[in-house]
């Protein structure tokens, strides 16, 4: 079945990090690589704890865990089958200082996405 990776990627040089994902479809193999979302070195930027869904119709949902200026918060986005991602929604943010962890994201047949956080 289809199904789509993600990783974060850091420049060396700059210190910019990114979240990147890519979607493999059987029979068309892997597709182009895709930007989630971005910081700059400036933010001190990470991402970590990302969970993916991919619906039936190819409309595909991310949330992830992005940190910027030493705080972390919770972000989703989504993305139709041959489109772009939409631009990252702020969730849950780190307002009491506490920390994100094991989320979860399920998509149902019709594009659904539901996301669980601790």
Request: charged share 15%; aromatic share 10%.
């Given at each position: 079945?289809a ?36 910081w ?10 990302f969970s ?48 994100f ?5 399920v ?9 669980v956080?601790?």
């Amino acid at each position: 079945g289809a199904f789509i990776a993600a990783w974060v990627d850091v420049d060396l040089t700059t210190g910019d990090s990114a979240l990147l994902t890519r979607r493999y479809s059987p029979g068309a193999g892997w597709g182009t690589t895709d930007l989630v979302a971005s910081w700059t070195n400036a933010d001190d930027p990470t991402f970590h704890g990302f969970s993916i869904g991919l619906a039936p119709s190819g409309t595909a949902a991310i949330v992830f865990i992005g940190r910027a200026n030493l705080r972390d918060s919770l972000y989703g986005s989504h993305q139709v089958a041959g489109g772009a991602w939409a631009a990252p929604t702020l969730l849950e943010d780190d307002d009491i200082g506490s920390t994100f962890s094991r989320m979860a994201l399920v998509m149902d047949d019709n594009g659904v996405a539901t996301a669980v956080w601790g």
